[in-house]
Every structure is written in C-alpha cells, then in structure tokens.
C-alpha cells in the first residue's frame, strides 16, 4: 500500500485512520525521517506505539533516536511491557540507563527486573501485564477489583490465584470467574492444578508445555512459587518465528547477524571462512601440478572431462542433504547426548552407503551406455571399454558421494560440540572438501583404471 504525502495533513490522517498498524510500519520503512514524524504526528500517541512496535529492531532504533524526547517518552510508556523490554535489550548497559530515562519509575524497575534473566531462560519472554486476585475473596469482591484495576494491555483470559504471600495457589478463567455465583468462593472455583515452569526453566521447555498442552498463557515462578510473570500464546508464537527464521539461516548457511549490522560487520562475520576455501582451492590446483600421473590421464582419456560435473555435483548434493538434517537435529536438541548422537550417526551412515550405492550403479550404467554408443577412444585412438569406464565414474562416484555425506554429517556436531561457529563454518568447508576429495578420487581412480589396468 502506497501513501500520497503530498495529501493535506488532514486528508493523509483519514487515509492513516483506516490502516492497520502494521501496513503503516511497512509504508513507513520505506519514508525518510521527514515523512516518518509526519506520521507519527498524525497518528497519535497510541498508534504510534502499535507502529513501533511493528517495525524492524534496526528501524526501530533509527525511528528512536529522530524522535524528539517528548515523543520517545510517549511511545515507550504506551509500548507494552515485554516489548519494551525487547528494545532497550538492544542497547549496551551505559545506552540502556538512558533510554530508561524516558520511562516512568514503575516500568522502569520491571524492566531492569526482566534484563536480569538470561535470555535463553522462560522468564526472559515473559510479561507482568496481568491480574491477580486474593485466595481468600469472593467472585463479587473480585469481579469488582478486576474491572477497577484491569488495564487496556493486560491478558485476562486467566486470572491468577495468590495467597498472602504472593504466591501463586491456582489458575481462574475469566468466563468462569463470569458465570460465577457472586457469593462463590474464590478458593472453590480456581484450578489447583496447572501448569507452570520455573525462573530457571529454558524458553524451549516452556514452549513445550504451551505447545503440548494447548496453553494460553503460562505461569512462571520461582522456587518458593512466588508469581513472577505469565509467558502467553501469542510471546510463544513469536519465538517459535524467530526460531524458524534462525533454522532458516542455518540450513541456508547463513551466519546469525540482525538487521543492524553494517555491511562490512556481515562481510567480517563471513568472509574468513570463504577466503579459507579459496586457499585451499588454490592448494588443489597445486596439487595436479605437482602430480604428472593425472595430466597424463586428463590427455589420455578426455571422455573423463564429460562426468566431471557429475561426479563434483553429485558429491556436493549428498553432504549438503546431509548437513542440513545435521544441523536441524542440532537446532531441535536430538543430538545432546552420546547415545543419541551414535543413533543418528548410524541411522545416517546406513542412508549414505544406501544412497551412494544406487547412484553409483546408475553413474555406471549410464556412462557404460554413453561410452558404447559413442565409442569413446583415448589419445592413442584404441576404443575404450565402455564397462572400464562406467566402472570408472562409479567408484569415483561412490567414494566421493559417501565422504562428503560422511563429512555432511560429521563437520556440524564437531564445531557445535567446540562452540564453533558451525552456521558460518559447515557450509563453505563442506562444499569445498566435497569438491576436493570428489576430484582427486575422480582421477585417481581414472588413473589406475584407465592407464594402469
């Protein structure tokens, strides 16, 4: 959706006024700094909020820092609690301080409470946006201090049961706390049992829970079961995106970098292992040099410049299939311990052999018949057996395939075992042994075969 900015300011609010929140970050993110606050201006201070809250973590800072301060402080009181707290983690320690500046005190101090938490552990996606009411109450008291206390951004679905310590003792739903008696107990009403994950629990086992259990929201507590927070659908759903997004990356071969990165910190983050390759690519060349054996076999039979791209594509396929199921067994925690990583690996092994086998006997069956029907000859013009050089490609074929398989799998959980960048790492070298190890079986099979046998 396109906007006309050369509209009045009154015609461009109206058109502003039918657009959702997050058409209006897209159409924004294309606008310069002028056009931006002109919007911003004409949607109000909650819309503006919504917007924000919208765009990229890289626009969102920039948007930040062209605010004026009366802006910046509207926009982040109205944010909700774990957005929010999503920004200013964005920011350094010394930049947190002063974007918390523009907070009230209260927010503020939830802020700095939920930074504490590692942000692999349950409560780092939490929000504190919720309600709690009093064991000891009535469905009339309650109802009563719900619809004076509830907050345009709080999640009411459920409503928490605490006792006097603030402890978390049950889980109410909002339509049962409705169709309640208003003379009810509340103690009779809630659910005792529910479900609920520690402060130390990870983000992956809380989604788990919400996942399996077909959950709303999810409790979280700490060890004398004090209420710290609630983790809702709508935050798992969000981190199962990123998630994706990452695994993404991943079997794209693609380094974890954000959308505030510079061009050349991406370039940093990828160029060491490629200019790796390219050495050792160099070293290759160096290598048929300094062995006489292959230009004489290249000269002798030049039938075997033909399946060269096979043998070299094939051998790259396998260990690229191969590395990505690696490397989303690694993401999805299957690989952790010992054992699983020996099943895996002989599951694996067992497909490697199977798959390059097959390939190898069509190779031969293919190259034999290409071979006798156009009655290839080496340099000396005597024909060469069709079945000589079938064999050839096949062998070459099969070795090449099951190392770079092999290789496929092994080179994701050796660099993950070290804390290696594996994501930056396994792509480029794999693709580069694969074509190394492919080529130097290719002729030195074709060497013995072809001149030798």
């Not at 693609?254 to 070293?283: A, V």
């Not at 925690?333 to 002989?346: A, G, I, W």
């Not at 080496?378 to 050089?389: E, Q």
Request: hydrophobic letters at 45%; one cysteine or more.
């Amino acid at each position: 959706m396109n906007l006309d900015f050369k509209k009045s300011n009154y015609a461009l609010k109206k058109e502003l006024k039918s657009m959702q929140a997050y058409d209006i970050a897209e159409v924004f993110s294309e606008r310069d700094s002028k056009e931006q606050l002109r919007v911003f201006n004409l949607i109000g201070v909650r819309r503006s909020s919504e917007v924000f809250s919208r765009l990229s973590k890289h626009q969102q800072i920039e948007t930040f820092k062209m605010l004026p301060k009366d802006r910046k402080t509207q926009i982040l009181n109205n944010l909700e609690v774990d957005e929010l707290k999503e920004f200013i983690a964005y920011f350094d320690e010394e930049e947190q301080e002063n974007v918390l500046s523009f907070v009230s005190v209260e927010r503020a101090n939830i802020i700095k409470d939920l930074l504490i938490y590692s942000s692999d552990t349950a409560p780092s996606i939490m929000t504190t946006q919720f309600l709690t009411i009093n064991v000891d109450t009535t469905v009339k008291k309650a109802t009563s201090y719900i619809f004076n206390n509830v907050k345009e951004d709080d999640f009411i679905d459920n409503i928490y049961v605490i006792d006097e310590e603030e402890n978390l003792v049950g889980v109410l739903a909002l339509k049962d706390l409705i169709i309640a008696r208003a003379d009810d107990e509340i103690s009779e009403l809630m659910n005792s049992e529910y479900h609920f994950v520690y402060s130390s629990h990870t983000i992956k086992e809380a989604i788990e829970i919400v996942k399996n259990y077909d959950l709303t929201s999810l409790p979280v507590v700490d060890h004398q079961g004090y209420l710290l927070g609630i983790i809702t659908a709508d935050d798992v759903l969000e981190q199962l995106i990123n998630n994706y997004d990452e695994l993404y990356n991943r079997l794209a071969f693609l380094p974890k970098h954000d959308e505030s990165y510079s061009g050349f910190e991406r370039s940093k983050k990828r160029l060491p292992w490629l200019l790796i390759t390219t050495i050792l690519n160099i070293l290759i060349a160096f290598l048929f040099i300094m062995v006489p054996a292959f230009e004489l076999t290249l000269s002798e039979v030049f039938a075997l410049v033909l399946f060269q791209p096979l043998v070299l594509d094939m051998a790259g396929n396998i260990g690229t299939q191969n590395l990505a199921v690696t490397i989303l067994g690694i993401h999805r925690d299957e690989l952790s311990s010992k054992d699983d990583r020996r099943k895996f690996l002989k599951k694996e092994l067992l497909v490697i052999v199977f798959n390059c086998l097959i390939s190898a006997l069509v190779g031969f069956a293919i190259v034999a018949l290409f071979s006798f029907i156009t009655k290839q000859v080496n340099s000396a013009g005597a024909l060469i057996h069709p079945a000589k050089l079938g064999l050839t490609v096949a062998i070459a074929l099969f070795s090449g395939m099951f190392i770079s398989g092999l290789l496929g799998t092994l080179l994701p959980i050796f660099f993950a075992k070290r804390d290696m960048d594996s994501d930056n790492a396994s792509g480029p070298i794999l693709t580069t042994l694969a074509d190394i190890i492919a080529i130097l079986t290719y002729y030195i099979v074709a060497s013995i075969m072809l001149l030798f046998m």
